[in-house]
């Protein structure tokens, strides 16, 4: 597509350009003049567009080009823009602004407005209010089908959706919902109070994003109403943006689970001493949390030096146990995030990771125990490699796994319990603390079996 | 809600019974009623549904409660539940049943529908098509917003959406699309091709689910629709389901990252054996992997027994390693699957995570430095750490870290353009080679600076 942008402004064909422009779905016209380097270009190309797709565009560009482009934006050109934008997309842009942008922005903007942005931006970062937009359709229960077909008609063209309609009380108190669906299923003189689903699923404004978001894909909604602390509608949540949320939380679990601290800044455009910022608190945590495995080994050294074939296994029994219990925090942690699993559920969680532990133990410390002796011993004339040895090796491996898993699937859900993100108790952490257990079971087992 | 239900259960009072359970919504009556252990009450709660709110718990349930409830029902019952669900929902169901089953099933639907749902089964798992539906409203492109409206009143009840209305010609060729919305906003006898969008995207029945959910989601679709090689329209695939296959696959990159082989089974669910089969390829390819360590060991034995002080860093310096190169994998497979980069930015990428890995190499190492001479020999006085044996350790930190970062950030976009799934190159992949690596490192400035 690009090329032939690119060949029409260069042979300054501007009809054709503009047309060809209008054209394209508004996400695939911000991805591409976000790709042009040469600001210039970027704006003269933004203002082909008719005033309806400019606005769809601009809200698909990121905050960076928003910027840029506000600055060269006339007052004018930003009024147009912000005229056709929606309520929470105007709140997103406003809260990653600069003062002096944000101050143009409102300027711009009528009272009304302003008002609504104010409000969503005066509720708590992640919250179901911060991202809920004031533009839905709302019926009254006595309104007939036709009636209401009238009021949509009239005001859907400023409303995020049409389709999922609020029904509510004189004191904005949401007591039934509607769909444009249910509306074509009936007949026109019907009244809404008649077939209205008055058992309303909602969302309360300081609820977490998350916890609505999940919720509208478990209900399978198109929009999920928000309420305030009196049962008042003041918001609804629609499925892209519930789409959107979703796909954040997974990167930032994803984040954490790689002892990464969170940012939604998509990698290209994080600076370089910003992803230094995001990865160096853990590695430094955990560097320094290592010193304690350094004890271990330093405590044991000596004997290490008179049976040296031992510290050949180090690194893989090491391996072993923060992989296997990696495995299990991990999968807690995504059970817990899906709402598969919950805090009562830890016996439970417990007695199958036990019995898994046992199951890849034995698997695990069989292949070992054959390698050392088979390959290595016999095969490669390792000595070294006794039968004591290539036991102590087994079994530890069979312990640390048992150790590991239960370290493994039990940390999460301590971390939830106690209010943390089960998230931080991923591989990383659990790498660290089942290294210290596997070394002390090796170096007890050397001790007792090889008496060293 | 459990209570009110089991209290009515038991006082036999079936009237209220039933008006309470069928004002609770599908979703939330499914997860009441898994949680049931006695399968006769279970079958007896379900059958206080109504016909519409049966059909729509059933396709909540998973699959082994709807193999036990078709085992319980009637002809006439299952009849009445296949009637009412939709067709991508009826061909979930039937490839996750028995063959017993499946004939039963298809026995009680009629003709078209067995055709509509063994057309969907026809399309290769994971694909667009195996995820679509039949059921959306077709129109013609010289039909006014008023037929349009009789057209969806008519047929909208059987159609899984009805706001995304798709244009087809006398062939079925896909040539426009338009929504409710638009029906709306324009006048009853506006003809439908005069405002439909032309420029329409769709998606082909072969493309990966994963690839139509991520393309729903960018353009903020309802539905997307799914053509045949020839363009004509045989299905669409709406938000809900885009939805589920969005977190069916971020579940299964965390699996891959956490190196089990993704299932899509929940924990409590699968069992011990099942879990075992996913965990237990990976460990033993890592565990056996970890041969090459042990074989580098093997070789500086001796000289690591010349200076045992030596052995006590080894675990912090592979973990170290390992988190460095997990947090660059992590980041690069993430960003690849939201499709932030692409194989064209490696060199992009090498170059910033070559400047990341500096900072926080340089950063890990004066720490690691000044821990080692201030705490560990001033102030713990452990006179074998020399300043020649602080700097080889804070060296190695600082050259692995180098290391880990361009062989994490790499390997994941290697494994991408060979035609693998990059999130098997995350942490526990990484940590093997890092792992090899650091200690090569490690020995390597020991014997060149320890002179041992």
Known sequence: MMECI??????RNLRELKKYLNE??????????????????????????????????????????????????????????????????????IEEMPASIVKRILRNTDTETREAINTILKYPEDSAGSIMTPEFVDLKKDMTVSDAF???????????????????????????????RELFLNDYDDTIEDFMETNVISINTLDDQETASRALSKYDFLAMPVVDM?????????????????????TEDIQKMAAIVPTDTPYLK?????????????????????TITSQILTVFENKLSALSVLIAFIPMLMDTGGNSGGQASVTIIRSLSLGEIDLKDIFKVIWKEFQVAVVCGIS???????????LDRIIFGNSEITFAVAFVVS?????????????????????????????????PFITTIVDAVSLLIYFGFATLILSI
């Open 230 to 250: 009196e049962n008042r509608l003041v918001g609804i949540i629609t499925v892209d943006d519930a789409i959107d949320v979703l796909q954040e939380e997974n």
């Open 364 to 374: 695990l410390s069989l292949v070992c125990f054959a390698k050392l002796m088979l």
């Open 395 to 427: 079994l530890t491996i069979f312990i640390e796994i048992i150790c590991a898993k239960i370290i493994g699937c039990t940390l999460p859900i301590f971390a939830k319990k106690l209010g943390f993100d089960p998230a931080v108790m991923a591989s």
């Open 24 to 93: 394209i779905n508004p996400a695939d016209i911000a991805q591409l003049l976000e790709s042009i380097d040469d600001e210039k270009k970027r704006v003269f190309l933004f203002r082909m567009l008719s005033k309806e797709t400019a606005a769809e565009t601009f809200v698909e560009f990121d905050f960076d080009t928003q910027e840029n482009l506000i600055r060269a934006f006339s007052d004018t050109e930003l009024k147009e823009v912000l005229d056709e934008i929606y309520i929470d997309d105007a709140a997103d842009i």
């Open 150 to 180: 009238k009021r949509i008609r009239r005001t859907g063209v400023d409303k995020e959706t049409i389709y999922t309609c609020y029904v509510t009380d004189e004191s904005r108190h949401l007591i039934g919902v509607t769909t444009v």
């Open 270 to 290: 994080t600076s370089v001493i910003e992803t230094w910022k995001k990865r160096i608190p853990w590695l430094l945590l955990l560097m320094v949390s290592a």
């Open 6 to 11: 690119d060949e029409l402004h260069k042979n």
